[in-house]
């Protein structure tokens, strides 16, 4: 049996910004773990690939089953895409997973293309449905899936989280191509062999505008095997930074201050960075110190919202005051520090939106993304957007923040909370003192021209001509980048001065 495993590219949505597949490599190493099947990873965004180049990629491979990974916001680009692999493959199984899946599984299984969708966690599942595909049985009952059995919506019970996460295979790195990676930009802008790692599954914290995909229980991997996974990273694949993207990497402390402490045992010169996962207001200096020593450059910390009140309703109860300090500390520390926040909340007031803006720019964040919330299927606030009997068109729901959002929660119209986004951002990106500290905590300094010319691009161009730009000059950035450490300059340079030294302790 051939497996296609597919992420698919939504060029209206940031499509400059690319992150390995983890999701889809687990699967696939544990497809690999159970069965002897031919498997294929294609990922369309890392090389900016259209339906047409897909399809041909997927008629060499002709495959008998095709997975799927997709967000909410991605869901118009794939039923347009499933529905040409379809007709060009029927007999092929579609199987749709991630995020899209959490809370719009009914509405996906209307597209009659669709065979299946995995909730949930995939690894066990599609182990199993593979199976049973492999059978010839169309409407399994194994745990955490759904499919249409004649006319009517199937789902079986859910699928319990997989507790040992260290007994799932590291993912199959084989199946990408990491320079393509390397190449493009991360949500950091730095030039890097880099990879993405889950050490952790699951948040026990409940936001109402988060989609339940790893549950409420924070499952964890063990120390031990989290750094068996960076030896291999580092020895055999030169990986030199990780980009740590749990749900929340901190909710264990001594387990993150052996994480990091074993780090520094083995002598690694490693650069991390936490695009998400640290709750703030559960650090403190001893752990920030760790994370420090350990190689950290670049943290993210979500503040959301500086209502109280906000806080409540939406179920983060995020300690506001200890957080402002816990941002102090990290730059003071020398680590980039970058801040979420989101304005336009159900009942959320216009001094509610204010306060949020005066503590963003109050704050010692060195970079910070501002974002009107999307009541996407599946969360809380989507309930909450429905009691209030607002008609929501989710294809059109905007994940990126880049467009306005059609729905409107708060007592503020969607485009007066842009404008005073805009006006926030100007005032905090002008003020001079963040500027020096901007500038002090750049791991990079390439990171900030990188920024710049990539945020000039976004404003001057189209969506996707900036983003087709954009890759171009990132990839002749690392292209020259390689070139300089290839060449290493330097290094005759310190062969010569050893030369004159050992002719030197001759003379003498």
């Not at 990839?475 to 290094?491: G, R, T, V």
């Amino acid at each position: 049996m051939k497996i296609l495993l597919l992420t698919p590219l939504d060029k209206n949505n940031c499509t400059h910004f690319v992150v390995q597949p983890l999701g889809l490599m687990y699967i696939a190493s544990s497809l690999r773990k159970r069965f002897n099947h031919e498997i294929k990873l294609l990922d369309m965004k890392v090389h900016f690939m259209s339906d047409d180049d897909a399809l041909k990629e997927i008629k060499k491979f002709s495959p008998d089953v095709v997975g799927i990974r997709s967000l909410t916001v991605e869901a118009a680009a794939v039923h347009r895409l499933l529905r040409r692999i379809k007709e060009n493959h029927p007999s092929c199984k579609i199987i749709i997973g991630g995020p899209y899946t959490a809370g719009s599984s009914k509405r996906i299984l209307d597209d009659s293309n669709v065979d299946f969708v995995v909730i949930g966690e995939g690894e066990e599942t599609m182990c199993e449905l593979i199976a049973e595909v492999e059978k010839g049985n169309r409407f399994p009952e194994i745990s955490g899936i759904g499919y249409v059995r004649d006319g009517a919506v199937v789902f079986t019970p859910a699928r319990s989280p997989i507790q040992d996460l260290d007994s799932i295979p590291f993912p199959a790195w084989d199946l990408i191509d990491m320079e393509s990676y390397f190449k493009l930009p991360g949500w950091n802008f730095h030039i890097s062999k880099h990879m993405a790692v889950f050490t952790s599954r699951g948040c026990p914290f409940k936001c109402a505008y988060c989609h339940n995909i790893f549950g409420k229980t924070t499952r964890l991997r063990s120390p031990e095997n989290v750094l068996e996974e960076i030896d291999i990273l580092y020895n055999q694949y030169e990986i030199r930074e990780l980009k740590i993207i749990d749900d929340i990497f901190n909710v264990n402390k001594p387990r993150v201050h052996k994480i990091c402490d074993m780090i520094v045992g083995k002598g690694y010169d490693l650069d991390i960075c936490f695009p998400n996962g640290l709750r703030g207001d559960i650090l403190d200096k001893t752990t920030l110190q760790k994370l420090k020593a350990a190689g950290t450059f670049e943290i993210t910390y979500a503040v959301e919202t500086a209502s109280p009140r906000l806080q409540k309703l939406i179920k983060k109860n995020i300690n506001l005051p200890k957080l402002k300090q816990v941002i102090a500390d990290t730059v003071e520390m020398g680590i980039f520090t970058k801040g979420f926040f989101m304005m336009g909340f159900p009942s959320e007031t216009k001094e509610e939106i204010h306060a949020t803006a005066e503590y963003a720019l109050s704050s010692r964040f060195h970079r910070i993304h501002m974002f009107v919330v999307n009541p996407f299927e599946g969360t809380e606030i989507a309930d909450i957007a429905a009691e209030m009997n607002i008609n929501m068109d989710h294809e059109k729901l905007d994940f990126v923040g880049f467009k306005i959002s059609p729905v409107q929660l708060s007592e503020m119209p969607v485009q007066e909370i842009k404008n005073l986004q805009f006006k926030t951002l100007y005032k905090f990106f002008l003020d001079p003192r963040r500027l020096y500290s901007t500038y002090r905590c750049t791991h990079d300094k390439k990171q900030l021209f990188l920024l710049a010319f990539t945020a000039f691009v976004k404003i001057v161009f189209p969506s996707s001509k900036g983003d087709k730009f954009i890759r171009w000059f990132f990839i002749k950035m690392y292209d020259l980048h390689e070139f300089f450490n290839s060449i290493k300059p330097w290094a005759f340079c310190e062969k010569t001065t050893k030369e004159n030294n050992v002719v030197i302790e001759k003379r003498q």
